[in-house]
């Protein structure tokens, strides 16, 4: 079956920009695990999609506004992450809780402002939850709750897991030269782990590529029924997209001496599995664990252009039993071995970048594919406008 | 004549045999290759039977995690109560005023400066300069000709590759690898690491 995403949608600056509208500003985005955020005062900043944020812990709460300071533009925080006062360089303006100016450096002798005037320079404030460990935020004015885009079964398995996750995280961005739907495109592929990971990942874990009768079945009806028009339905379906937990048996039991130093995951029956984990919540975040639970990596796909995608990658242990000297010697040593695969799927996914064009051929999708065709056919309905989220 | 054991694997272990033998010519050397990193028995089996009174030893490795690999294998001779005097190399330069804590190693050529401290476990490698008033942090690992400038303060399990050269006055956190050829003008943070496999920083927050 060809996919309805044409070209256009992988390269096009006017198409990314709809899909800005259309579908990352109404819907929850991953920001930043809550370890970045666990100290007052502690902050993380992110550009999504021009729009520069800042994540800050204001006594304990957490509050996402727009990194700009409401006098000349320019911004807070000027770090990726870091425990500082949300204070503005430039003139000292400083600012609380709701995002309003709490101090104002000689206020009454140079600025002047009225009171109406003053109204108006509040932050951009925005949505923020906090599902376990990870901190999801929504740029709409009037967001939708967060349990209509990932249901709430799936936010507390997620939350259940990520209550796993160690404190300590080591964290690295990658800028790749292609567009964000390759990356949730390859994520939900199993069948190029044999070509693509054969001597690294492969290894360890056969993924088998499957043909779900059930998402097939529902691919044909949705095809027959024509159009997706309802957004309670547009919602269902997108909720069926966030899927996770165990994958595929590991090819060995995982052994590392540093296993008995953390407390491996247990899944929600309780029990270890010697199992590769993924949690793909939808649209642009991924979670692994490759080794049964004893470690996690967590991928967020920042899109920034047609062509570019910033994919900010964190990687921590289970929880540690206790402090213990090298732990920061595992981390390193697990990112960088976790760095190979990362590049073998960057570098496939860049080639396909490079060969796309405005008049390319549509992809061909196989019957294992059906997730990926349902998402397709769902995000071209969006797209033309059929509903709006 | 003193009874030195210099422990190490393959090619590591015949350099420091070497480097030994120019150095000490009136020791003993006594080489014990390991094929663990610091499995404790194979200490055991390695010490059995050997005349430990009045000895010494010797540890080599590479920087492998953070170069806690070496610290272990260091670790498990010295708990059996053997002293671990630095190696500095025939051709180095080390300043009257300079300390060099154990097990560490100063290669051919490279100068440390007058009033530097280097942790046990380190290595400074070959033709790599010290300057004067720096300290360098316990289990660290100075590649080859890496320039280290003046008041430098490097924590402890730092790896700096080929090609770095520290300005004068910075200070480097523990637990930190710098990786990528070129100056390093202002302060890293612990736990950073900057290396040519990556284009951006990888840092570890929180503990």
């Known amino acids: 079956m060809h996919t309805r995403i044409p070209p256009q949608a992988y390269i096009d600056q006017e198409w990314f920009e709809r899909e800005r509208d259309l579908l990352f500003k109404p819907l929850w985005q991953f920001i930043a695990p809550t370890t970045l955020l666990d100290k007052p005062n502690a902050f993380v900043t992110r550009t999504l999609f021009g729009m520069p944020i800042v994540v800050q812990n204001m006594k304990g709460e957490l509050r996402a506004f727009e990194n700009v300071c409401p006098h000349r533009q320019n911004p807070i925080q000027l770090q990726p992450h870091g425990v500082r006062p949300l204070f503005c360089g430039y003139h000292g303006w400083s600012f609380g809780q709701d995002g309003a100016p709490v101090n104002i450096p000689f206020e009454d002798t140079i600025y002047r402002f009225t009171p109406q005037e003053k109204e108006c320079l509040h932050l951009r404030r925005f949505a923020l939850e906090v599902v376990g460990k990870l901190v999801f935020i929504n740029l709409s004015s009037q967001p939708l709750p967060i349990e209509e885009q990932f249901g709430a079964d799936y936010l507390a398995y997620l939350a259940s897991a990520s209550e796993a996750f160690d404190s300590e995280v080591i964290m690295t961005t990658y800028d790749a030269r292609f567009n964000w739907k390759l990356v949730y495109e390859n994520l939900r592929d199993a069948n190029h782990a044999r070509y693509v990971h054969s001597r690294t990942l492969y290894q360890e874990t056969r993924f088998q590529p499957v043909i779900n009768e059930d998402n097939l079945a529902l691919l044909r009806r949705m095809e027959r029924a024509g159009d997706i028009t309802e957004r309670g339905q547009a919602l269902a379906i997108l909720r069926s997209f966030s899927t996770g937990g165990r994958d595929a048996p590991l090819e060995q039991a995982p052994v590392n001496s540093w296993h008995p130093l953390v407390e491996r995951f247990r899944d929600r029956d309780g029990e270890h599995h010697d199992e590769y984990y993924n949690w793909l919540p939808f649209p642009n975040m991924h979670i692994a664990s490759a080794n049964g639970g004893y470690s996690f990596t967590i991928e967020h796909h920042i899109p920034v252009s047609p062509g570019r995608t910033e994919m900010i990658v964190y990687y921590m242990t289970a929880k540690k039993k206790r402090p213990y000297a090298a732990s920061a010697a595992v981390l390193h040593a697990t990112m960088m071995g976790a760095d190979k695969v990362l590049r073998e799927d960057i570098d496939v996914m860049e080639d396909i970048q490079r060969t796309l064009h405005p008049a390319a051929c549509h992809a061909s999708l196989g019957e294992y594919e059906s997730e990926n065709a349902i998402i397709h056919h769902w995000y071209m309905n969006l797209m033309e406008g059929k509903f709006v989220l | ?207």
């Not at chain 2, 100075?142 to 400038?149: A, C, F, L, S």
């Open chain 2, 1 to 207: 004549m003193s009874c030195k054991f210099v422990v190490g694997s393959g090619p590591a272990l015949d350099w420091a045999m070497g480097a030994w033998r120019e150095a000490a010519p009136e020791l003993e050397l006594v080489p014990l290759a390991m094929t663990s990193i610091a499995d404790a028995a194979e200490v055991e089996a390695l010490l059995a039977g050997r005349e430990l009174a009045g000895a010494t030893a010797f540890v080599t490795f590479d920087a492998l995690h953070l170069n806690f690999a070496r610290l272990e294998r260091m670790g498990a001779f010295r708990m059996h109560g053997l002293r671990m005097p630095p190696l500095v190399c025939r051709g180095a330069i080390v300043s009257d005023s300079a300390k060099i804590a154990e097990n560490s190693y100063v290669g051919p050529g490279a100068i440390v400066g007058q009033g530097c401290k280097v942790g046990y476990n380190s290595v400074i490698g070959a033709g790599a300069r010290i300057g004067h008033g720096s300290s360098i942090g316990n289990s660290c690992w100075i590649e080859d000709g890496v320039v280290v400038g003046r008041a430098v303060r490097i924590g402890a399990h730092v790896t700096l590759g080929g090609g770095v050269v520290v300005a004068n006055d910075i200070e480097i956190g523990k637990l930190c690898v710098v990786d990528k050829p070129g100056r390093v003008d202002a302060d890293i943070a612990a736990k950073t690491f900057i290396q040519s496999s990556h284009a951006n920083p990888m840092v570890i927050v929180g503990d």
